[in-house]
């Protein structure tokens, strides 16, 4: 999945968009979407578009962009902690995008093309997923490389690989039963229905 941040400055805040994919074993699904991402120095960045994955004259390009629109309406707006909201668009089959508004004002797109992504907002913390529900939390946030406890009695095991990459083993009671990388972008997952955020600068978050 990829996704794409614009920011504005009805805030000030500059939003980090992220992905990268998750290794799903032992019952665990542990899935995620790239975005865009600068590590400490949040920026403007735009990634793979409504395709959400997929490389791609004018009479061609206006048609699809009339059926992009139709489709993309949106479904439903739901709000978000931090007072913005978020609004919900259904695109296909496990194809969802979510516009973060604040006044008027769009800071962030997520879209979710069969994989779950995730989303770190400077401290609040959004995952959507592929069957188009958005969850969002701020705060219980951990800085690696170290050991976190995480919501849901799960273990992550978050270590610095290089410059904007940390990796996170998700550890439960039978070891490692899934991966986040974050590797120049933030990775969002759900781990039995557990949500989980990681960013490329090594900030992990969790909620249940």
Same mark, same amino acid.
């Given at each position: 999945?990829?996704?794409?941040?614009?920011?504005?400055?009805?805030?000030?805040?500059? +939003?980090?968009?992220?992905?990268?994919? +998750?290794?799903?074993?032992?019952?665990?699904?542990?899935?995620?979407?790239?975005?865009?991402?600068?590590?400490?120095?949040?920026?403007?960045?735009?990634?793979?578009?409504?395709?959400?994955?997929? $490389?791609?004259?004018?009479?061609?390009?206006?048609?699809?962009?009339?059926?992009?629109?139709?489709?993309?309406?949106?479904?439903?707006?739901?709000? +978000?902690?931090?007072?913005?909201?978020?609004?919900?668009?259904?695109?296909?089959?496990?194809?969802?995008?979510?516009?973060?508004?604040?006044?008027?004002?769009? +800071?962030?797109?997520?879209?979710?093309?069969g994989k779950d992504t995730g989303l770190d907002a400077n401290g609040m913390y959004v995952v959507l997923t592929i069957d188009g529900q958005v969850h969002a939390w701020m705060g219980d946030e951990h800085q690696g490389p170290g050991t976190f406890k995480l919501a849901g009695g799960w273990t992550a095991k978050v270590t610095k690989?290089?410059?904007?990459?940390?990796?996170?083993?998700?550890?439960?009671? $039978?070891?490692?039963?899934?991966?986040? $990388?974050?590797?120049?972008? $933030?990775?969002?997952?759900?781990?039995?229905?557990?949500?989980?955020?990681?960013?490329?600068?090594?900030?992990?978050?969790?909620?249940?």
């Amino acid at each position: 999945m990829s996704s794409s941040t614009t920011v504005r400055t009805a805030r000030r805040r500059t +939003l980090r968009v992220a992905a990268a994919a +998750l290794i799903a074993t032992a019952g665990l699904t542990l899935t995620a979407c790239s975005g865009s991402d600068t590590g400490g120095t949040k920026a403007a960045a735009t990634s793979q578009a409504a395709t959400s994955g997929t $490389d791609m004259g004018m009479a061609a390009a206006e048609s699809k962009a009339g059926v992009t629109a139709k489709k993309s309406s949106p479904v439903r707006t739901q709000p +978000l902690p931090d007072g913005s909201k978020a609004q919900i668009s259904k695109l296909g089959e496990q194809h969802y995008r979510v516009k973060i508004i604040n006044r008027g004002a769009v +800071l962030a797109t997520l879209e979710a093309n069969g994989k779950d992504t995730g989303l770190d907002a400077n401290g609040m913390y959004v995952v959507l997923t592929i069957d188009g529900q958005v969850h969002a939390w701020m705060g219980d946030e951990h800085q690696g490389p170290g050991t976190f406890k995480l919501a849901g009695g799960w273990t992550a095991k978050v270590t610095k690989v290089g410059e904007l990459h940390y990796r996170a083993q998700i550890i439960g009671r $039978d070891g490692v039963v899934g991966t986040l $990388d974050a590797n120049q972008h $933030d990775t969002g997952g759900v781990a039995n229905g557990v949500y989980i955020v990681l960013s490329a600068g090594g900030v992990i978050s969790s909620h249940l």
